[in-house]
Nanobody, 123 residues
Framework: QVQLVESGGGLVQAGGSLRLSCAAS????????IAWFRQAPGKERDFVAA???????NYADSVRGRFTISRDNAKKTMYLHMSSLKPEDTAVYYC?????????????????WGQGTQVTVSS
């Protein structure tokens, strides 16, 4: 059974930093592209960033230069380091896994999802 478990969310002031983690089990981690999506109240789920097993990355324009995605294949864990946080970054953040190497921004193409972790940025 595949499980993705996010952690690291919380409340932070604008301009601050947080690091999210996503621990995977039940899959061959290196075969999957891993991504972060987020969903704010009343809004659609948006792509944030993705990383392939090779380390190749893709970022949404809204976070490029502020967020860094990485993965540790040996630990089956993915990370999202978020800096210069803004109130508009407030959302539930979900990690997702997609078999293969393509770093698609379309959530429909991801096979597995975590339960989400809340990030709240106060102004």
């Amino acid at each position: 059974q595949v499980q993705l478990v996010e952690s690291g969310g919380g409340l932070v002031q604008a301009g601050g930093s947080l690091r999210l983690s996503c621990a995977a089990s039940g899959l061959t981690f290196s075969n999957y592209a891993i991504a972060w999506f987020r969903q704010a109240p009343g809004k659609e789920r948006d792509f944030v960033a993705a990383v392939a097993w090779s380390g190749n990355t893709n970022y949404a324009d809204s976070v490029r230069g502020r967020f860094t995605i990485s993965r540790d294949n040996a630990k089956k864990t993915m990370y999202l380091h978020m800096s210069s946080l803004k109130p508009e970054d407030t959302a539930v953040y979900y990690c997702a896994a997609r078999y293969g190497v393509r770093l698609t921004t379309n959530g429909i193409e991801y096979n597995f999802w975590g339960q989400g972790t809340q990030v709240t940025v106060s102004s």
